[in-house]
């Protein structure tokens, strides 16, 4: 019993790394007379939500708190990918209650992901909560405070074809004032068996380049020297531009009015996004293998701002296992696309994977392949997890949760150990070369050193000197453990 309680504990490590602790917004007063505090769960895209939804109630004359004792307005924006995940957002309503019963005018709202899910069934579940507001419907929230305030519980959960946000210029949330999200893209069409996303957060959309770009920009203006763009894959980015007016009216010389030939894939807004300028590094994360395609393998080599660095979800390395989860590819496949990151962009590009252990009726044999296919690769880094069944998705209507829980942790503390030699031996292989580091901030253990990355993504602890925030630092690694570079600038 023990041992699997000390395992449980290793599942819960992985999984803050991969969702982190949750993200609260910060002291920010503009003089206004109410306060919101806001606090995010989940992955980058729900972080970068959480901006939007900070903009929007700002406009309506709410300023930002880190404290929700002193708080009007309380929202919690969710996650639904595991069951953990929720468990921690009811965990934290029960808190909540003491804060509504000391100032009852306060307002919680649920935000988010678990909110789509559960849509007003969690009203009936957290008698606390006031409003439950889809990723959709943000713009929305104005109105529904206002109901909220005349006593009303309010929701809106529709999912929309269209919503990117576009026009919304974010309120940088806990940010360093260096690195920054952009969302690309929202939704997701491609239905893995096993994932809640494409129920919670609807159909795929790309937002507008020229949005996008414009945003860069700004950001690189006021200071930022890294931005990330999102998307929960992003390789299917696709804009056809509006017609204009006259090929509405069905002349079709331009090359726009044929629609394909004038929309902007993923490779051509990278590129657009690099020529910024030379100084703002660009990353980005979805790459669903079965659409990372040659052409943004190619742009990324072509600029040196465009980080070396793939986050390529494998989530196993069996090809049966692959096609129960409808991932589209197989382990031949994976493997060929991993070959050509290292043909185009060679050895030193960073890889790294999310991996799921126990997934329903997985054998030994094929979880073996999962760390086989570890071994191929020598993944820089890892997200790890259990398999967590979602209600009403594709693999909890049509497949078993045969696996035991026991041997889904084993298998998943498999998986931990094997990564974390990789991370080690990838790490050895940057030993005494230069690396190229963009600060971004003291390091977490001591003000005497700061931190930044690389263009690899790995983090690169060094000592200060006269460096600051937002430099570029040529940093000669001497030493690492298997989660950092340690080293000195040159
Ligand atoms: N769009 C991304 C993934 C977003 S979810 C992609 O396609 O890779 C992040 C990760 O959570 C997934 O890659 C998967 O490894 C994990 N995940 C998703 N659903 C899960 C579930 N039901 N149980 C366990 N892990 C899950
Ligand atoms: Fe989920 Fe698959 Fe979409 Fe990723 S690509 S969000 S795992 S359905
Ligand atoms: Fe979670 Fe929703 Fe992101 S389910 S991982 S917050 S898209």
Avoid at 166 to 174: G, K, T
Wanted: proline share 4%; hydrophobic share 35%.
């Amino acid at each position: 019993m023990e041992r699997v309680v000390q395992q449980l504990d290793i599942l819960t490590e992985a999984d803050k790394e991969a969702c982190e602790l949750p993200r609260i917004s910060k002291e920010e007063n503009r003089g206004n007379t109410r306060r919101m505090y806001i606090e995010s769960y989940g992955c980058q895209m729900n972080f970068a939500d959480s901006e939007i939804v900070t903009a929007i109630l700002q406009e309506q004359g709410f300023d930002t708190t880190s404290d929700f004792n002193t708080a009007d307005l309380i929202l919690l924006n969710t996650c639904a990918i595991r069951d953990n995940a929720e468990q921690k957002v009811r965990h934290r309503l029960q808190h909540l209650v003491n804060v509504k019963k000391r100032r009852p005018g306060t307002l919680i709202g649920v935000l988010g992901c678990m909110a789509e899910r559960l849509k007003s069934k969690l009203l009936e579940e957290e008698k606390i909560v006031d409003m439950v507001v889809g990723p959709d419907a943000y713009r929305d929230l104005p109105r529904l405070v206002d109901e909220a305030d005349g006593g009303q519980r309010a929701v809106n959960v529709f999912l929309s074809r269209e919503e990117t946000y576009a026009d919304i210029s974010p309120v940088r949330l806990n940010s360093n004032g260096v690195t920054a999200f952009i969302s690309i893209m929202r939704g997701c069409d491609n239905m893995c068996s096993f994932c809640v996303v494409p129920f919670t957060r609807g159909r795929e959309r790309s937002r507008d380049p020229h949005s996008i770009v414009a945003e860069a920009r700004d950001l690189f203006d006021k200071g930022y020297r890294d931005v990330t763009l999102l998307g929960q894959n992003v390789d299917s980015y696709r804009l056809t531009p509006d017609p204009s007016p006259k090929e509405r009216g069905g002349n079709n010389s331009s090359p726009l009015g044929g629609g394909r030939e004038g929309a902007v894939t993923f490779a051509q807004l990278l590129e657009m996004v690099a020529q910024v300028h030379p100084d703002l590094r660009v990353r980005f994360t979805t790459s669903h293998p079965k659409d990372l395609t040659d052409e943004v393998l190619h742009t990324m080599a072509r600029y040196e701002n465009i980080c070396k660095y793939i986050h390529l979800p494998a989530q196993s390395g069996n090809s049966r296992v692959l096609r129960q989860m409808n991932r589209t590819y197989d382990r031949e496949w994976y493997l060929e696309r991993v070959a050509a990151i290292r043909r185009i962009l060679g050895e030193d590009c960073g890889i790294s994977t999310d991996m799921i252990a126990g997934f329903c009726s997985e054998t030994e044999e094929e979880h073996a392949e999962t760390l086989s296919l570890m071994d191929e690769v020598k993944y820089d880094f890892a997200y790890m997890f259990a398999y967590s069944e979602r209600p009403n998705t594709p693999a909890a209507k049509k497949l078993a949760d045969d696996v035991p829980h026991e041997t889904k942790i084993r298998r998943l503390n498999e998986i931990i150990a094997r990564q974390q030699q990789h991370s080690l031996e990838r790490n050895r292989l940057d030993l005494n070369k230069v690396h190229k580091v963009l600060v971004e901030g003291f390091s977490k253990r001591s003000n005497e050193h700061l931190q930044g990355r690389n263009s690899q993504n790995k983090v690169v602890v060094f000592p200060k000197k006269h460096y600051q925030k937002g430099d570029y630092v040529h940093v000669l690694v001497t030493d690492c453990t298997n989660a950092t570079l340690l080293g000195e600038a040159v």
